[in-house]
């Protein structure tokens, strides 16, 4: 819709806030951890993840749980959880991180390495840059879910220790590769360019576009591998269906909806009766 699926001229700066919650440690090894937040921080802000010069922000929170530290010789081999979010869809609770850190350690990016800690954030910033990326236009974001996966492929071959945890992950890229993922990207191609036109005043065209979308979402809820992303989608941007179609007279929209996404009834109800 947006642009070709060549382009590249839309690609995101990341801008991430990073949290390190260290209470199960209880006191131990926190000297290890000195820095941490920083050094992540750094290497998820300060780096060009797309390669061009765009700097449209990609708004990230990344949580980082730490909850055992093991000697192995003269590094540490940590067990942790990490929450990734781009504040709209996504949302990931990755519970098999694990991986190894020294003393004086340090991050920088290098395509050609598999770290068992950088590849876990590689793997999940290419995917909320190619979901991104499909706000932007059709099935843009390919090249980054193509990329998780192969980030995922390496690792698992490489870190023989968290095969599992890599195993998962793979899952998670391969699913937006899926041929029966692809309708809800069409969906959200849908959706993205109505909001645009809603935003740019083609309030006819942004309700064109995302009654598209809406004929998209009972298939797409029905459908195991995309029911979750629906659901999420659906919560995240109902309102904004809702101050699209307000004042439309069409009250059909509203009465899908309520089928659609009944936790939300009462909202649909008062903009369908104008009653707000």
Not at 167 to 175: F, I, S
Request: aromatic residues 14%.
């Amino acid at each position: 819709m947006m642009l070709s699926c060549g382009s590249n001229a839309y690609s995101q700066k990341i801008v991430a806030k990073v949290k390190v919650i260290h209470d199960k440690l209880q006191g131990r090894n926190l000297d290890l951890f000195e820095g941490f937040e920083q050094k992540l921080t750094s290497y998820l802000n300060d780096y060009n993840w797309s390669k061009t010069d765009d700097q449209t922000p990609l708004y990230l929170e990344v949580q980082v749980f730490l909850e055992k530290v093991i000697d192995e010789g003269g590094s540490k081999a940590v067990s942790a959880t990490i929450y990734f979010s781009n504040s709209k869809e996504l949302q990931y609770l990755d519970n098999g991180c694990i991986f190894v850190l020294k003393k004086g350690y340090s991050f920088y990016h290098n395509d050609n390495v598999i770290d068992p800690l950088l590849s876990i954030i590689d793997f999940y910033v290419n995917i909320m840059l190619g979901d991104e990326m499909d706000t932007l236009g059709k099935f843009l974001g390919t090249n980054y879910f193509q990329r998780a996966k192969s980030i995922a492929l390496q690792s698992k071959a490489l870190i023989a220790y968290n095969a599992r945890g890599w195993e998962d992950r793979l899952l998670k890229a391969e699913l937006f590769l899926d041929p029966r993922y692809l309708d809800y990207r069409i969906m959200k191609d849908f959706f993205y360019e109505g909001q645009f036109n809603y935003e740019d005043g083609d309030i006819t065209l942004a309700r064109k576009n995302v009654s598209k979308a809406i004929d998209l979402f009972q298939n797409l809820k029905g459908k195991t591998e995309t029911a979750y992303h629906t659901e999420r989608f659906i919560q995240v941007h109902y309102i904004t269906i809702c101050k699209i179609f307000e004042k439309s007279g069409d009250t059909r929209v509203f009465d899908r909806m309520i089928e659609l996404d009944p936790k939300n009834k009462d909202t649909y109800v008062k903009y369908r009766d104008g009653k707000l």
